[in-house]
């Protein structure tokens, strides 16, 4: 999303690219960019100098890895609109995100515990990405992959550290657990979208990635001396559209410039 | 022809040599092609095709890179350069320069520790990589956070001299 300078560089895009993926690229960007805002909220806020840090430069992956996927979807639809275009200028049911994302930041545990579900998901689903058959999403997956496995990492000891902490620590981290839980499963449950995409092979079948997302999850909560919840309502919505009021807020202030002046460029 | 080719062949030299001396915005010491950047240069009439490759995804210092070669380029009277972005194969310290990682060290970055990646997420609290100080040169160091003043560092500090210090991640 830099509106600074003449696009400097041509996306290599291959010819056959399927234009049945742009949904799933869009999900994927607006999923990323998400995030990446609700992380950036953070920045001077941090509860320590270095996590303060740790939470900017995830962002900032988080917002490298969106401007792919926007760039590539931008291509895909063939439309004339850009990565700026479909950032900024999208209302809220126009996002595809899922809900778990736009979750305000919460308390630090709120903000571990969002990011350790979603982190758990994206590591995996990008491992599956990168070996995919659609060449440009492989290779934003490959990119990514090695960003994600850092992310990853700092959540889960968070979520035994605040787990396995103080009494202080613990009580937080259950109560963010309380509170997003739900919003886990709709990562890993596919709209029917997705589910078309599934079935020609574009897009992994999340099915798959399950078994070493919740090995992963056994294993952190394990340390964090944590129950692992189970069987927990699925709360859907947001990757078809249907938002909570978070995000509406989020994007008020995420696309305040270009709605107050329209194509302006820095 | 053989001139032709000759002088083709030169040309390509001669891009190489002034992408040699396009620094890095974030680490000044540093030219793009000490990083690893520049995966490819190609010639082809008035054209001159850049092929680059960022460190990490969001890293902000790619725009500049690309004008960054763009005006070194015009200086030397080439206005026609069309820059790639490439990001498969995926960017890895492994691409680093020998005289680069020397030039980092003496900056005050210890240079990345091949083969220390982030090896298996589920290795959590692994131990900290051995990294030397580059200050006083002691290994007696830790990690203070994987994520430092940019994407590509991690935050150290010496347990001999006490000075903290940029560790330039291993990443591949």
Redesign the interface.
């Known amino acids: 999303m830099?509106a600074?300078?003449p696009e400097?560089?041509?996306?290599?895009v291959p010819a056959s690219a399927p234009r049945s993926l742009f949904p799933f690229v869009l999900q994927l960007a607006d999923t990323s960019l998400i995030l990446a805002h609700r992380l950036s909220e953070w920045c001077g806020h941090g509860p320590v100098l270095?996590?303060d840090?740790?939470m900017?430069?995830?962002a900032?992956?988080?917002?490298?890895?969106a401007?792919?996927y926007y760039q590539y979807a931008a291509e895909l639809e063939d439309q004339g609109r850009t990565e700026d275009d479909l950032a900024y200028l999208r209302s809220a049911v126009e996002y595809r995100n899922p809900l778990l994302v736009e979750q305000p930041n919460g308390d630090f545990a709120h903000t571990i515990v969002r990011q350790f579900l979603f982190d758990n998901f994206h590591?995996h689903l990008l491992r599956e990405l990168k070996d995919g058959p659609d060449?440009q999403l492989?290779?934003?997956a490959?990119?990514?992959v090695?960003?994600a496995?850092?992310h990853?990492?700092?959540s889960?000891?968070w979520v035994?550290r605040l787990g396995d902490g103080t009494e202080e620590s613990r009580k937080r981290l259950d109560k963010a657990i309380a509170t997003l839980w739900r919003f886990g499963g709709e990562l890993t449950t596919p709209t029917e979208t997705e589910k078309g995409l599934q079935a020609t092979g574009l897009v992994p079948d999340y099915a798959t990635l399950l078994p070493a997302m919740q090995a992963?999850a056994e294993?952190?909560f394990a340390?964090a001396t944590v129950p692992l919840p189970t069987a927990v309502f699925a709360q859907l919505g947001g990757k078809t559209g249907r938002h909570s009021e978070h995000l509406g807020y989020l994007l008020s202030e995420l696309q305040y410039m270009q709605r107050t002046y329209p194509g302006l460029k820095w | 022809m053989e001139k032709l080719v000759a002088n083709h062949q030169e040309l390509t030299a001669k891009v190489w040599r002034l992408l040699g001396e396009v620094s890095d915005p974030e680490v000044p010491v540093l030219s793009i092609l000490d990083l690893g950047i520049v995966r490819g240069v190609k010639v082809t009439g008035d054209e001159i095709h850049v092929t680059?490759t960022?460190t990490?995804?969001?890293?902000?210092a790619?725009?500049v890179i690309?004008?960054e070669i763009?005006l070194r380029l015009l200086a030397e009277g080439f206005p026609n350069v069309?820059?790639?972005?490439?990001?498969?194969?995926?960017?890895t310290t492994d691409w680093m320069s020998q005289a680069g990682r020397t030039k980092l060290e003496a900056y005050g970055i210890a240079p990345p520790v091949d083969g220390t990646?982030?090896g298996h997420?589920?290795?959590?609290?692994g131990k900290d990589t051995a990294v030397r100080c580059p200050i006083c040169k002691s290994t007696h160091t830790h990690m203070?956070?994987?994520?430092?003043?940019t994407?590509c560092k991690a935050?150290y500090q010496c347990d001999d001299c006490l000075e903290p210090f940029d560790y330039f991640k291993c990443?591949?």
């Open positions: 830099s600074t300078l400097p560089t041509a996306a290599a270095e996590q840090l740790a900017a430069n995830i900032l992956d988080l917002l490298g890895e401007r792919s590591y060449a492989a290779a934003i490959e990119k990514s090695k960003e496995a850092y990853l990492k700092w889960s000891e035994i992963h294993h952190v340390e | 680059i960022p990490y995804s969001g890293c902000p790619m725009n690309a004008t763009r069309v820059i790639h972005n490439q990001l498969s194969p995926a960017w990646a982030t997420v589920l290795n959590l609290f203070v956070s994987q994520f430092g003043s994407a935050h990443h591949n």
